[in-house]
């Protein structure tokens, strides 16, 4: 059985024979090259796996995770961390979300603003300013963690002016050596 087709370049109808499949030809009519296809009956089908319904709702969750975060950081919420009970067990009273008073300098630690400070930091490849960042970030491993681990699920992630996302994950993964 012939294989047909039309020539891309004058649309004229071709037949070639089955062996053919696969290789170049010339256009009988114009002499442009054309694509020869394998025939139909010899295109193996691949075959899929099943789904998994267990991955799928994984996958879901995980998506309706990162929309959630997406919307916290579109409308300028900070993360919900759970820091005031250590605040109020060390006597401080209640901290706000995603902020606690370091001991070390009574300055705040505000996680997101130095997460954005050290990939700041890397880009510009200050390490001494990203190790002494790492360093403050170290003092709330957990709350850096979970930000971090948060803005890499997110499609979006961390965006930084002039730095490809692919760099700005890195960065961000690097600081989650730093902390380990």
């Known amino acids: 059985m012939a294989i047909e087709i039309h020539c891309p ?3 004229k109808g071709i037949r070639a024979p089955d062996d053919a499949g696969g290789k170049r030809g010339k256009c009988p009519y ?3 090259s054309v694509y020869i296809p394998m025939p139909t009956a010899e295109v193996d089908e691949i075959p899929l796996a099943p789904v998994d319904p267990r991955a799928e709702r994984e996958r879901e969750r995980l998506r309706q995770e990162s929309i959630s975060y997406a919307a916290q950081v579109d409308h300028d919420e900070p993360p919900k961390y759970d820091v ?3 605040a109020r067990s060390a ?3 209640a901290a706000p979300r995603g902020r606690e008073r370091s001991a070390a300098d009574d300055e ?3 996680v997101h603003d130095l997460v954005q400070k050290f990939v700041l930091a890397m880009r510009d490849s200050n390490l001494v300013e990203a190790d002494r960042i790492a360093a403050r970030l ?3 491993r957990e709350q850096t963690d979970e930000y971090v681990q948060g803005l890499l699920l997110d499609q979006m992630g961390l965006s930084v002016k002039g730095v490809p996302q692919a760099v700005v994950n890195g960065f961000l993964k690097n600081l989650l050596e730093r902390i380990a």
């Open 91 to 93: 006597g401080g009273g």
């Open 84 to 86: 005031g009970a250590s």
């Open 9 to 11: 370049a004058c649309s």
């Open 30 to 32: 114009c002499g442009a």
């Open 108 to 110: 705040p630690i505000d």
């Open 138 to 140: 170290r003092r709330r």
